[in-house]
């Protein structure tokens, strides 16, 4: 039985740790709100006070917070971070995401302690979440994603081998980057065949018999067109990650359908959408736009 935390049990870090306890893990859990994990030690998992109390005697101690400044204060805030609870040879998993500059930078605070870090960001939102089907994107030593991934396997379909510290971080802003250009074209175009009179889901259902389709533009269309806005990933979140995205580019001229995709999700937070699911957006364009049924 492998002795695992899980700092931060929000909508994915719950799935997450429910699945570590499903296969069997000794599983403590910490999070900022602590009634959040009211579930998960019903289910059997230890709640801890601090991050630093949950990573006392754990061979793993994954993260999975909303940013830089969150995962900082997980890991190394004086007191409580978890960093100073780990023992030596035991390894960070951090799945939360974040810049690549920090990665970097917490891995020479691990080192220091003699502590292996993997990040380990993911691709998939809360139904891949739920059903264990999310895929890796790990960067670090291959000796140390090989220990973690009898770990990973409880939560993943697939595990993807990226690149040296920060290279997951990259690749997983890249991938969200990509998901939240479509997105927002996606939310343009439907506004626009609305608007030109045509049967928006039907044009789209053409649309998608073309190579032009994308595998994930069903699911966004179709949150789009039903108006089902139920919380998966956050206008929020996303444009979180889109700032991160935006500030490794540098000038708005060396990524400039990035940016103008980022003011699509800024101005969705302005009209108060920020706590919707990103699909919301849509709402911008199309003023026929279903009632929200989240």
């Not at 690549?100 to 020479?108: A, M, N, Q, S």
């Not at 605070?109 to 502590?115: F, L, S």
């Not at 302005?270 to 699911?277: F, I, Y």
């Amino acid at each position: 039985m492998t002795r695992i935390s899980v700092l931060g049990t929000g909508a994915m870090g719950s799935r997450m740790a429910a699945n570590l306890i499903k296969a069997g893990h000794a599983v403590t859990v910490w999070n900022r709100t602590p009634e959040a994990a009211a579930s998960l030690v019903s289910a059997g998992a230890r709640q801890a006070r601090t991050p630093q109390e949950a990573a006392a005697g754990a061979e793993f101690v994954m993260s999975m917070v909303r940013d830089d400044d969150a995962s900082r204060e997980v890991w190394l805030a004086p007191g409580t971070g978890a960093l100073a609870g780990m023992a030596a040879g035991s390894v960070i998993i951090e799945s939360s995401t974040v810049t690549p500059d920090w990665i970097r930078e917490l891995g020479k605070h691990a080192a220091r302690q003699q502590v292996a870090l993997l990040e380990a960001p993911v691709s998939g939102s809360l139904p891949q979440a739920e059903a264990a089907q999310l895929i890796y994107l790990a960067g670090g030593e291959a000796s140390t994603l090989q220990r973690c991934e009898p770990v990973l396997k409880a939560m993943a379909s697939a595990i993807q081998h990226v690149g040296p510290l920060g290279t997951g971080a990259l690749v997983k802003l890249a991938t969200n980057t990509l998901l939240g250009v479509q997105l927002t074209a996606l939310a343009e175009l439907i506004g626009m065949l609305r608007r030109a009179g045509a049967d928006a889901e039907q044009a789209l259902k053409a649309v998608a018999a073309t190579p032009a389709w994308s595998p994930v533009a069903q699911r966004l269309s179709g949150s789009m067109l039903s108006g089902n806005f139920a919380p998966q990933f956050p206008v929020a979140l996303i444009e979180k990650d889109f700032g991160y995205t935006m500030r490794i580019a540098g000038a708005r001229e060396a990524a400039p359908t990035i940016a103008a995709a980022r003011d699509v999700f800024r101005e969705a937070i302005k009209r108060g959408l920020g706590d919707a699911n990103m699909t919301a957006v849509a709402k911008l364009y199309s003023p026929d736009v279903p009632a929200d049924k989240g």
